[in-house]
């Protein structure tokens, strides 16, 4: 059995694989391999250890026909076609949990950073534009009190909503499928529709798993319905918002800013007019990327990887 992993991964995971024995072959080029010669160099393997977003639909499982299962280096699964690896009965790995810290303190920073709009301050000192003393100028808004309105409250969504009750003494309310005991329980969060989520937060920050249903579900129709003051972040995906009307919500002030580390599509050019703009901050998709989450989800996606070659079933799979 050999594994293919496409890119380079932290020590921990290696060593993992190593001390097991496992047969691996790295992608020995720094670039993103096109998707010809990915597809070429999984069909020669056994298993795949997958970082990044390449594109694991139908097409693909069919090509690679040899594949027994694929642990990826991330927490979300909406880059693999379940259904097709589940009519293979093809094990899927993630990363929960190790990351969850980490992914809800850029959600967090990001609250912060657009609330007291740091990003365009910062460009005032670099554009030599700090002038001089204004009472009236450059006010943000503090979140003491506020509302937070989580969409989708799994690990990240309840990391998030522990630090704004903690640092603001905010409200939380959330909008899932199922009901969240535990942040109910400690937090006091409650489960609402989501027409109340829409027009009840302050801040309103997506954390919730991509799924087909839910793209774009950020809109012009949905960004209407918030509140004038306030912050959207989204730390999840890309896919959750429609990026054409947040820029358009921005500038007419149907909300007060955005928060994101995640765009729609990634990456985000250089020219985007998000980026021109006073209420929006942006990041490069940095959610997962300390030393500790990243060496955790090197840990998690080689312990799927030792499962699946000890026929066991994957500590962390998707789809089983
Ligand atoms: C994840 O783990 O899903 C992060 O978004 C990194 O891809």
Same mark, same amino acid.
């Given at each position: 059995?050999k594994?293919?992993?496409?890119?380079?991964?932290p020590?921990?995971?290696?060593?993992?694989?190593q001390?097991?024995?496992i047969?691996?072959?790295?992608?020995?080029?720094e670039?993103?391999?096109?998707r010809?010669?990915?597809?070429k160099? #999984?069909?020669?393997?056994?298993?795949l250890?997958?970082v990044?977003t390449?594109?694991?639909?139908?097409?693909?499982?069919?090509?690679c026909?040899n594949l027994?299962g694929?642990?990826?280096?991330?927490?979300?699964?909406?880059?693999?076609n379940?259904?097709?690896a589940?009519?293979?009965?093809i094990p899927?790995?993630?990363t929960?949990d190790?990351?969850?810290?980490?992914?809800?303190?850029?959600?967090?920073l990001?609250?912060q950073? &657009?609330?007291?709009?740091?990003f365009?301050?910062?460009?005032r000192?670099?554009?030599?534009?700090?002038?001089?003393f204004?009472?009236?100028?450059?006010l943000?808004?503090?979140?003491?009190?506020?509302?937070?309105g989580?969409?989708g409250?799994g690990?990240?969504?309840?990391?998030m909503?522990?630090?704004c009750k903690?640092?603001?003494?905010?409200?939380?309310?959330?909008h899932?499928?199922?009901?969240n005991?535990?942040?109910?329980?400690e937090?006091?969060?409650?489960?609402v529709?989501?027409?109340?989520?829409?027009s009840e937060?302050?801040?309103?920050? &997506?954390?919730?798993?991509?799924?087909?249903?839910?793209n774009?579900?950020f809109?012009?129709?949905?960004?209407?319905?918030?509140?004038?003051?306030?912050?959207?972040?989204?730390?999840a995906?890309?896919?959750?918002?429609n990026?054409?009307?947040?820029?358009?919500a921005l500038?007419?002030?149907i909300?007060?800013?955005?928060?994101?580390? &995640?765009?729609?599509?990634?990456?985000?050019k250089?020219?985007?007019?998000?980026?021109?703009?006073?209420? #929006?901050?942006?990041?490069?998709?940095?959610?997962?990327?300390?030393?500790?989450a990243?060496?955790?989800?090197? &840990? #998690?996606?080689a312990?799927?990887?030792?499962?699946?070659?000890?026929?066991k079933?994957?500590?962390? #799979?998707?789809?089983?």
């Open positions: 059995m594994v293919f992993i496409n890119k380079n991964i020590e921990a995971g290696i060593k993992l694989l001390e097991k024995g047969n691996f072959t790295i992608n020995p080029t670039n993103v391999l096109s010809e010669d990915f597809i160099i #999984c069909q020669e393997h056994d298993a250890l997958n990044g390449n594109k694991l639909d139908e097409d693909f499982f069919n090509q026909p027994k694929i642990a990826l280096f991330s927490v979300g699964f909406d880059s693999v379940i259904p097709s589940n009519s293979r009965k899927i790995g993630n929960p190790v990351l969850s810290r980490a992914t809800s303190d850029v959600a967090f990001l609250m950073s &657009v609330a007291r709009k740091s365009f301050n910062h460009k000192i670099l554009n030599d534009e700090w002038g001089s204004d009472p009236l100028s450059n943000g808004q503090e979140l003491y009190g506020k509302t937070l989580i969409f409250l690990r990240i969504g309840f990391e909503a522990k630090k903690a640092a603001f003494g905010m409200k939380i309310i959330y899932n499928r199922s009901h005991q535990e942040a109910e329980k937090l006091d969060a409650k489960s529709d989501f027409e109340t989520l829409l937060s302050d801040v309103l920050s &997506v954390h919730s798993n991509y799924s087909e249903e839910n774009e579900i809109n012009k129709n949905t960004f209407a319905k918030m509140k004038s003051n306030a912050i959207f972040i989204n730390t995906r890309g896919k959750f918002h990026e054409d009307d947040l820029f358009e500038t007419n002030n909300i007060w800013g955005a928060g994101l580390d &995640v765009t729609n599509p990634e990456p985000m250089a020219d985007n007019p998000l980026l021109s703009l006073p209420n #929006c901050c942006v990041l490069p998709h940095i959610g997962s990327a300390t030393y500790e990243r060496n955790g989800m090197a &840990v #998690c996606a312990q799927n990887i030792i499962a699946l070659f000890e026929n079933k994957m500590p962390f #799979c998707v789809n089983e």
